[in-house]
């Protein structure tokens, strides 16, 4: 059974004993860290509960067009706490992809890494969130889906002590595990967060690519996909056998659960007012990161993350506040 933020108790599904020590300042202080993966323009309508008769006009209280994506988002919240971040994908040569660059530099994002292409346009996506806060996607596909290990240059990783993976699974043309070897020969720590495979591919997408990573972060229903399992525990297990270091579980508003082969912990989420949920997986990845850059240990970093997550959630100037 796991515990709740304490001491760490055996773990007995196929465990892998003394893989990574969690006393407090054990981790190596990082400052630049390199994302990769999903760049989106993302068009967000508020508030939208019905859409307009066809051929009349609805007024909005807000219409933003912003910077998304797992790497944009995780880079941009990796800035706000101070650490040096970058990222690496493909965008188009169009009004999108510009407004996507200047939002990630005005984060302070460092964006040399992104290239361009005049053959295939950015990934957009409108999102229309209704009074509830709930979200609906209308998604073009572009230079996400058209993303290759070809498009991120070695010297990437060179210039990196952390490179992170986020929306794994939604990169359909990425060999993770030639990508993350990559990485790792450079002599970066590593992190990968899964998403969902919609198609339907799971555990065969991380062939190879598990044994370098360092830190792998997925949810429940991602985990027992992967898995084949039910239980968030065995899922766990089941993935630490498989290579990383550490297997940390997003549990939404139950928390989450660290699976190390000393043993597992369940942390608990923060009470705060949930206004929307976008990014916050992200975030909590972001939080995640910079936790262990400034060196609290395992333990401190899955906390920091928690309240990440926890606070992109809440109304803006709380995470902003909390950021600064």
Same mark, same amino acid.
């Given at each position: 059974?796991?515990?709740?933020?304490?001491?760490?108790?055996?773990?007995?599904?196929?465990?892998?004993?003394?893989?990574?020590?969690v006393?407090?300042?054990?981790?190596?202080?990082?400052?630049?860290?390199?994302?990769?993966?999903?760049?989106?323009?993302?068009?967000?309508?508020?508030?939208v509960?019905?859409?307009?008769?066809?051929?009349?006009?609805?007024?909005?209280?807000?219409?933003?067009?912003?910077? +998304? %994506?797992?790497?944009?988002?995780?880079?941009?919240? *990796?800035?706000?706490?101070?650490?040096? @971040?970058?990222? /690496? !994908?493909? #965008?188009?040569?169009?009004?999108?992809?510009?407004?996507?660059?200047?939002?990630?530099?005005?984060?302070?994002?460092?964006?040399?890494?992104?290239?361009?292409?005049?053959?295939?346009?950015?990934?957009?996506?409108?999102?229309?969130?209704?009074?509830?806060?709930?979200?609906?996607f209308?998604?073009?596909?572009?230079?996400?889906?058209?993303?290759?290990?070809?498009?991120?240059?070695?010297?990437?990783?060179?210039?990196?002590?952390?490179?992170?993976? +986020? %929306?794994a699974?939604?990169?359909?043309?990425?060999? *993770?595990?030639?990508?993350?070897?990559? @990485?790792?020969? /450079? !002599?970066? #720590?590593?992190?990968?967060?899964?998403?969902?495979?919609?198609?339907?591919?799971?555990?065969?997408r991380?062939?190879?690519?598990?044994?370098?990573?360092?830190?792998?972060?997925?949810?429940?229903?991602?985990?027992?996909m992967?898995?084949?399992?039910?239980?968030?525990?065995?899922?766990?297990?089941?993935?630490?056998?498989?290579?990383?270091?550490?297997?940390?579980?997003?549990?939404?508003?139950?928390?989450?659960?660290?699976?190390?082969?000393t043993?597992?912990?369940?942390?608990?989420?923060?009470?705060?007012?949930?206004?929307?949920?976008?990014?916050?997986?992200?975030?909590?990845?972001?939080g995640?990161?910079?936790?262990?850059?400034?060196?609290?240990?395992?333990?401190g970093?899955?906390?920091?993350?928690?309240?990440?997550?926890?606070?992109?959630s809440?109304?803006?100037?709380?995470?902003?506040?909390?950021?600064?």
């Amino acid at each position: 059974m796991p515990t709740t933020g304490g001491t760490m108790q055996p773990f007995g599904v196929r465990a892998i004993a003394g893989k990574l020590s969690v006393r407090s300042g054990t981790e190596v202080l990082l400052t630049a860290v390199l994302c990769v993966g999903q760049l989106v323009a993302d068009i967000v309508a508020r508030p939208v509960d019905s859409l307009p008769h066809p051929g009349r006009t609805d007024l909005v209280e807000s219409l933003q067009l912003i910077a +998304g %994506g797992s790497a944009a988002n995780t880079a941009g919240v *990796l800035a706000k706490f101070g650490v040096d @971040a970058s990222v /690496a !994908g493909l #965008v188009g040569k169009d009004a999108l992809g510009d407004a996507v660059l200047a939002d990630l530099v005005a984060l302070g994002v460092n964006v040399t890494r992104v290239l361009r292409s005049s053959d295939v346009p950015t990934s957009a996506v409108i999102v229309v969130v209704d009074s509830s806060g709930e979200r609906s996607f209308i998604y073009r596909i572009g230079g996400n889906e058209r993303l290759s290990n070809e498009h991120i240059a070695d010297s990437a990783f060179d210039e990196a002590e952390w490179a992170q993976v +986020g %929306g794994a699974m939604k990169l359909v043309r990425l060999d *993770l595990g030639s990508l993350m070897c990559r @990485a790792k020969r /450079a !002599g970066c #720590v590593t992190s990968l967060d899964t998403d969902w495979d919609a198609s339907g591919q799971w555990l065969s997408r991380l062939d190879g690519a598990l044994e370098h990573v360092d830190y792998l972060m997925t949810n429940e229903e991602e985990g027992s996909m992967l898995a084949g399992v039910e239980d968030p525990l065995e899922a766990g297990g089941f993935l630490l056998a498989r290579g990383p270091r550490a297997v940390i579980i997003k549990r939404g508003r139950s928390g989450c659960t660290l699976v190390m082969g000393t043993g597992c912990v369940d942390y608990p989420t923060h009470p705060v007012d949930v206004v929307d949920t976008t990014c916050a997986g992200d975030s909590f990845a972001a939080g995640f990161i910079c936790g262990i850059s400034r060196g609290p240990g395992i333990e401190g970093a899955v906390r920091l993350a928690n309240a990440a997550g926890a606070l992109i959630s809440s109304p803006p100037q709380f995470f902003f506040a909390y950021a600064s």
